[in-house]
Each structure stands twice: as C-alpha cells, then as structure tokens.
C-alpha cells in the first residue's frame, strides 16, 4: 500500500545507499531531516491498512542511512502503527545518538498544500532497542506521521523493524457530553430522559498522547436516585508505580460537582478497568497534565444507575466474567439455583453480620452461596471474621478445591479474580476490597455435625481501618499526624492486622513544631516484595521522605524485623503503595514527636554512652517524654 516508492528512483536497497553516500547530512537532533529519501503511504483508493518495514528487514538494515516514512490519512483520520517486531541498535540510552528512530506528529487537520511536518518540525517521540522499548502501538494527533530512521556507522546486526499501518476515523474517539464553551476539553454530562443513559469519554487527542500543559474537566450531573458509574478501561498516563503526589500527570475524580468534593479517587501511571461508584448523583473528574513527556490518555465509559438497579448492574458484569460454565468456579451461582445469595449495598446499612445457613448449627450438605458487597464513594469492603469452622479432609490440607471452602474475589482490571480460599477451622485475618466491589462464594459440599460454618462481620469503610491521625478529603487515603494535638501513638497500614487491600495508596503525613522531629519505630513490617522494591520484580514498598514531592527517596519491603525512621526536619511523608499482585499483612509503627535536645537526652544513658539497641532506645525516648511532659 506504498504509493511512489523513493522520490526520483527506484527501491532499491543499492540506490538507497548510493545516494545517502552523496546526499547525507548532520541531523541536529531535534528537527527532521530534509536529505533524507522518502517512502510514502496514503489513504487512497481505499486501502487505509498495510505493513512497512526497515530496509532488509528481517536481514540488518544498511549503516549510514536516513529514511523518511510518510503516511498520509484523510483529514477526518489518524494514523496507527503496530510494530510487530523491533530491533534498533542502541549506542546511548536516551536514543538521540546512533541509531534511532524518530516520530513527527502534525497537529490538527493541514489544509491544502503540503502537510505540516518539513525540517523545522520537532520530534515527539525517539525510540530505539528492542521490542520491549517501543510502545504498543502509535497514533498521530492528525492525518500525517512521520518516521525518520536514521543509522550510523558503527557496525552492528540489529534487523530493524516491521509493522502494520492503519487509517482510522477520529470521530470514534469523540467524548460524548457537552462541550463547555470556550473551552479545550471541558465538557459536562447530563442526565435527561430524552439522552442515552450512558456514553464515552477521552483525554484530548486520544488516542494519540494528549497535551503537555492541559487541564481538563469532566462535570457528570445525574438526576435525583441516581449516580454514576465510571470506568477507566484504559489510562496510560506514565509508567511505573510512583506515587501520585510524584506525578506531573493525574485524574482526580471528586465526589461532587466542585474540586473540594471529598476525592474518591487519583489515577496516574498505568490503570486498566477502574470503576468508580458515585455517593449521589454529581461527580467531577478533572484530568491535569503537566510533564514533558505526556502519555496515551485515557478512555472511560460512564452510565447513569438508578439505586435500585445496583444489584442488576453488578449481575450482568458477574454474568459476562463467568461465561456460559456450569461449574461454580467462581461467582456464578444464580438466584434460581441457591437459596442463599445475597446482595449487600452500603446505602442500606454500612454494616452488619454474614453467616452461614443455620449457623451456629452444621450447614445442609450440598449448599452453595453467593454474596456480593457493592460500595461507593471512596468506602471499600471490609470483612471480619468472628468464627469459622468448615468441614474437611482427612489429613493436611493442601488446597482447598476439593473440601468446603469460602472464596474471596475481587475486581481486578475489570474482571473477577480469586483473591482467596478459605477451608478448615483456622479463622482468616481480615479483608478489604480494593475498590466498591467484592464477592464470596461458599461451597458447602460435605458437611457435619462438627461443621458449625461461618459467621462474618461486614463494614463499609472510609478511612480503610486505619483509625488513626486525622484523614484527608483531598486524598482517597492520607492521614495527618500533628504534634500540636497528640506527641506520640500508633500508625498501621491500611487493614491492618489484616492482609493490606491491592491496588491501594495511602500516604501519611507528620507535622513537627519548629525544633522537633519525628521518629518512627516499626514493630511488625511485612510488605510483599524483593528488594529494591522497584516496579520491574512488582513489589509493594513503603517510602519514607521529609518533602512533600521526592523520587529518589529509598523504599522498604519485605520482611524486616527492625524499622526505625527519624525525619531530617520537621516534617515526614510516609508512602504506602500496593500493586494488583501478591498480599501482606503490612506495617505497625510507633511515633514519637521529639525536640532534638530531647533526642540527644534518650540517645544517651546515664553514663553518657551512646546506645543503639532499639528496644533500649525506644524505652528512653518514651521517659523524655514523660519527663518533657511533665
């Protein structure tokens, strides 16, 4: 689907070089290069799809050369490429040196004449090294791309690259409300009974990377016994798993029509199927980018519920993750199969007991259940066990699928995953949900008179059962701790002693009087993860800094047996961020708030000998305070 081949030849691999031989110049690395030869792909005659390739490929492309890819839509059209393969040798990590290939994005629709990309234009994007660092796939902001590869003389085998092209309509990328007047990307959704009740959402040129200095607000106004159910299906905003208060790039979605709505929710990095159940009927996403390299964006999906048909909703999604299978292996029991599930919703009654039937005596054999927790606003699910006791096998236990057992599932990407099985007469630690859903399932197969069942307690929580600090509106989970009102006291991850809940930041802050610093002992720390607790071996951390914005700062996880912490001024951030993986039970920390001469006095015994035993050091850190207070 190449129209032209090379201007003025043919397309040949030997012309190529000859002529780059006579022709080639210095790129100055931030403009394209206008000696480079050039191979176009247009839209015409309808062939809006195709593959390209780099010289050779799948043998090396040639050393020296410099090739403009020109592809060409309608201008109601965007372009995708797909590299399905890619391997371009990589002399310097930031790719602007050696071998590279560059991308040129135009803006908006060009009128006649010739596109808007010539050698005054900057590049956007520069890839170079393999598979692994090209992005899935690239879109242009309008109807024209361009590639420049560009090869220098250093030998070397990479193959290249090949790819698939596509032309596309941009109009399947329109956001779905009423756009603001005078505004770049405000828009506002309403609910009347002559619109659809649900629609769509996008960040500004998506699916191409949106702006780099851009504020955007998304107003949804329900009517009366309604709210809103938002999912982000996809926000590529940056990769890797800093924490939101790092991040230049963030949606923030308040529950409310107004920025100082209480704050259900931050989404940066990456995100795949996020849901997000309003507490009444307005809500606000605001999506603000501010880095230097902006990502994909996001796409959405929203629908206007009535309360009532909460339970309906959750139905169907939990109808389309089972499929068509007869076999319970997850939450697909129905009502006309079961006489015991259950749906229990927030706005009836933000707590209560779940137990088994005819608990406390044995459960029927044969029994099974299904109970389903829907929240929302920012509360997540949080279940406690009082009593557990289930019918099982002879001998040790070695899973629990072929006994009775309660399962635990989450919502994970938008779909159901098992985040647990419970059999046997150990009673489980606590669980919280790591969003507004979660579902159990009981399989009472055998039964006796021994099999008393279970009996939970149930609570839909706000402040994730930390019950500690003073909790933030503005973060879905951050504390503060000050001085001014209480010196020392006790900080937990979120559920603890339970196992933490996924997918889950929260963060704590510490505020000292001028003098004083605070000091942090842990006495339990487990966070899943292998150290340095970096985003490449998908671990949890915790991350300890005295600023309020800080990458650099080292972070723990693990299993440590002695933690201690003391910040460098009077203030301290304290980060907890959980992935979508694997689970611990996390962190109890003891805090101190101490002037330094009251620091110097418990560092130092009563020979004036330094000591560095915790246990002996935390004891006299907490008689200079009872000398201090007294």
């Known amino acids: 689907m190449q129209s032209g081949?090379?201007?003025?030849?043919?397309?040949?691999?030997?012309?190529?070089?000859?002529?780059?031989?006579?022709?080639?110049?210095?790129d100055e690395g931030y403009a394209i290069n206008p000696s480079c030869s050039c191979i176009r792909f247009t839209s015409t005659h309808g062939k809006e799809r195709g593959t390209f390739s780099s010289p050779d490929y799948p043998r090396p492309y040639p050393r020296g050369i410099c090739l403009l890819y020109t592809f060409l839509a309608e201008p109601h059209q965007i372009v995708e490429l797909v590299f399905t393969d890619f391997d371009i040798y990589k002399e310097h990590l930031d790719c602007t040196r050696g071998d590279y290939l560059k991308v040129y994005y135009e803006d908006g629709v060009h009128g006649p004449g010739p596109p808007g990309i010539n050698e005054y234009s900057s590049w956007s994007k520069i890839l170079c090294g393999n598979r692994a660092d090209a992005p899935p796939a690239l879109y242009s902001h309008g109807p024209v791309m361009v590639l420049e590869l560009k090869s220098g003389e250093k030998p070397s085998n990479a193959s290249g690259f090949i790819g698939t092209y596509r032309f596309i309509d941009r109009r399947n990328f329109e956001t779905d409300g009423v756009k603001a007047t005078d505004a770049q990307c405000d828009y506002v959704f309403s609910s009347q009974t002559d619109r659809p009740t649900h629609g769509r959402l996008y960040s500004p040129r998506y699916p191409s990377s949106?702006?780099?200095?851009?504020?955007?607000?998304?107003?949804?106004?329900?009517?009366?016994?309604?709210r809103i159910k938002l999912v982000f299906e996809e926000a590529y905003l940056q990769k890797g798993d800093e924490s939101c208060l790092n991040r230049l790039d963030i949606i923030k979605v308040f529950d409310g029509r107004i920025s100082t709505a209480p704050v259900i929710a931050m989404l940066c990095n990456e995100i795949v199927g996020y849901e997000i159940l309003s507490t009444g009927p307005d809500l606000l996403v605001q999506f603000t980018?501010?880095?230097?390299?902006?990502g994909q964006g996001f796409k959405a999906s929203y629908q206007f519920i009535m309360d009532d048909n909460s339970s309906t909703d959750l139905d169907s999604s939990k109808k389309s993750s089972a499929g068509d299978s007869s076999i319970a292996v997850g939450p697909a029991v129905s009502a006309a199969t079961s006489?015991?599930?259950?749906?229990?919703?927030?706005d009836k009654s933000r707590s209560g007991k779940l137990i088994s039937p005819l608990y406390p005596s044995p459960y029927p054999p044969k029994t099974q259940c299904h109970y389903d927790f829907l929240a929302r606003g920012r509360q997540r699910v949080r279940l406690v066990f009082e009593d557990f006791s289930l019918q099982r096998v002879t001998g040790s236990i070695i899973d629990c699928e072929s006994m009775d057992s309660l399962d635990v599932f989450l919502y994970v990407d938008g779909r159901l995953e098992k985040m647990g099985s419970y059999c046997g007469n150990d009673i489980p630690k606590p669980i919280m949900s790591n969003g507004p859903k979660l579902s159990i399932e009981f399989r009472g197969i055998y039964s006796s008179r021994y099999s008393r069942g279970f009996k939970i307690s149930y609570y839909f929580v706000e402040d994730y059962a930390i019950g500690t600090g003073k909790q933030l509106p503005e973060f879905p989970c951050a504390f503060v701790y000050n001085s001014t009102e209480r010196r020392k006291g006790v900080m937990v991850s979120p559920n603890h002693p339970g196992l933490y809940p996924r997918d889950t930041e929260c963060n704590y802050f510490f505020y000292a009087r001028k003098n004083e610093r605070v000091h942090v002992h842990f006495t339990h720390f487990d966070v899943e993860g292998v150290?340095?607790?970096?985003?490449?071996?998908?671990?949890?951390?915790?991350?300890?800094?005295?600023?309020?914005i800080d990458k650099q700062s080292r972070r723990y996880c693990g299993q440590l047996r002695e933690l201690q912490i003391a910040s460098e001024g009077n203030f301290l951030r304290v980060t907890f961020r959980s992935n979508d993986r694997l689970d611990g039970t996390g962190f109890r920390a003891e805090y101190i708030f101490l002037k330094d001469s009251e620091m110097q006095r418990a560092r130092t015994d009563s020979s004036g000998t330094p000591t560095h035993q915790p246990?002996?050091?935390?004891?006299?850190?907490?008689?200079a305070l009872i000398l201090t207070l007294l």
Not at 339 to 346: I, L, M
Request: aromatic residues 12%; hydrophobic residues 40%.
């Open 5 to 26: 081949g090379f201007k003025n030849m043919q397309t040949s691999t030997a012309l190529i070089l000859l002529v780059h031989l006579s022709l080639h110049t210095v």
């Open 210 to 226: 949106y702006p780099n200095k851009v504020r955007c607000n998304y107003l949804f106004n329900a009517r009366k016994h309604e």
């Open 289 to 294: 980018a501010k880095s230097d390299t902006p």
């Open 339 to 346: 006489t015991c599930d259950q749906v229990f919703r927030s």
């Open 531 to 548: 150290v340095p607790c970096e985003a490449v071996s998908a671990s949890d951390y915790v991350q300890f800094s005295s600023k309020m």
């Open 615 to 623: 246990t002996r050091f935390w004891r006299f850190i907490s008689l």
